[in-house]
């Protein structure tokens, strides 16, 4: 069985996140670390692996500038088996419709020097973006059937089934491999890397695919091929001090009611 297992290489939540003047999002002078909601991603590849028969290989795919290269080394330090970034100048500022033929060309070409995957797994969505977008599009563009926002997954053989949580009810889904897979973030703790998986790491497989490799032409990616686009960027105002209301007379309640009230919390 061959594992795809997408991972985004996205801006620290704890560091100063800004934003470039076409209103794109700088990745390059933000840190950056393996968005969250792709490590829930990773753990069930992982966890598909170890439980299936057979051979089953996980390779991590990224798509992003050189540094996006550490969300696959973090994927790889977990447990996948090899990675792959794709990365390319012409790439920066693409929307989820470049993303996806991105993608599915980048997976397409994994197919060929390892076979047809028979899994993509993904998150529910970035941390960054947070559209939740680019998995529906990706499997329109493999022509896969999806199970998106799985919150349990179970596998035997080449049958699959996810439990997804809606506000009305709750649905379980079987597919047949090959399919596309997305997980929430109620899926189980995704593991930490192990000193001897972060050992391990530095030896295993790592290729680096341009737009070229993958037959993509640059004039449908970037920013001026998006579909979408951000129109403006404003930071968020400083954080003002709270409002402390004291009891010392008995009329804190009273002060707290009249508080939630002007709020209309109440």
């Not at 693409?94 to 993509?120: H, R």
């Not at 049958?159 to 189980?188: F, H, M, N, W, Y």
């Not at 993958?214 to 709270?242: H, I, K, M, S």
Request: aromatic content about 4%.
């Amino acid at each position: 069985m061959n594992i795809v297992v997408l991972v985004k290489h996205v801006p620290d939540a704890t560091a100063d996140r800004r934003f470039e003047s076409d209103n794109t999002v700088d990745r390059v002078g933000v840190d950056g670390l393996l968005s969250e909601l792709d490590e829930y991603a990773v753990e069930q590849a992982l966890q598909i692996k170890e439980k299936a028969e057979g051979d089953v290989t996980v390779t991590a795919l990224s798509i992003g500038p050189e540094q996006a290269v550490d969300a696959v080394r973090k994927a790889l330090q977990m447990g996948a088996d090899q990675g792959v970034l794709v990365t390319d100048d012409a790439i920066a500022g693409s929307d989820a419709v470049a993303t996806s033929l991105v993608l599915s060309k980048a997976i397409e070409k994994i197919g060929q020097d390892n076979g047809s995957a028979d899994l993509v797994v993904t998150g529910m969505a970035s941390t960054d973006a947070g559209t939740s977008l680019v998995p529906a599009m990706l499997a329109e563009r493999l022509g896969l059937p999806q199970v998106t926002f799985a919150s349990v997954v179970e596998t035997q053989g080449d049958q699959i089934r996810a439990k997804r949580d809606g506000d009305a009810a709750t649905e379980v889904i079987g597919a047949t491999l090959p399919v596309l897979l997305s997980v929430t973030d109620q899926t189980g703790e995704a593991r930490y890397p192990s000193f001897k998986g972060i050992m391990a790491a530095k030896k295993k497989p790592m290729e680096t695919y341009s737009l070229s490799d993958l037959g993509v032409d640059a004039g449908q990616v970037g920013l001026d091929a998006a579909w979408t686009a951000v129109e403006e960027t404003t930071a968020r105002p400083p954080r003002t001090a709270g409002e402390i209301v004291t009891d010392e007379d008995g009329s804190g309640a009273t002060a707290l009611a009249e508080f939630l009230a002007s709020k209309k919390f109440i």
